[in-house]
């Protein structure tokens, strides 16, 4: 039995920040890649980060230099630390989970959780 949660959406400004947790159940999450995305209305499904097995990180151009992904093992979570966020950062964001390795394609992860939505608004 395997369950992924996001935590930690809202609302916020323009220019503010906002930490995302993702926490696990049923799996270790340092053995696998946690993935990113986020939906807004109208647009497709992007990937905005990842964080692998191994530690290898990736950003997607639009936030590189304002997102951090990070792992803390001792509590199971992947946290994306969002900073100098924009009004186009409006959207759903998921975090999905898949053995070791990184991949662009959500339809590469096998478990996801709910979502946690973000709006930058003033």
């Known amino acids: 039995q395997v369950q992924v949660v996001e935590s930690g959406g809202g609302l916020v400004q323009p220019g503010g920040s906002l930490r995302l947790s993702c926490t696990a159940s049923?799996?270790?999450?340092?053995?696998?890649?946690i993935g990113w995305f986020r939906q807004a209305p109208g647009k497709e499904r992007e990937r905005v980060s990842c964080?692998?097995?191994?530690?290898?990180?990736a950003y997607s151009d639009s936030v590189k230099g304002r997102f951090t992904i990070s792992r803390d093992n001792a509590k199971n979570t992947v946290s994306l630390q969002m900073n100098t966020l924009k009004p186009e950062d409006t959207a759903l964001y998921y975090c999905?989970?898949?053995?070791?390795?990184?991949?662009?394609?959500?339809?590469?992860?096998?478990?996801w959780g709910q979502g946690t939505r973000v709006t930058v608004s003033s």
């Open positions: 999905a989970a898949r053995p070791t390795f990184c991949s662009v394609s959500g339809k590469d992860y096998d478990y």
């Open positions: 049923g799996i270790t999450l340092d053995h696998y890649a």
């Open positions: 964080i692998s097995g191994t530690g290898y990180t």
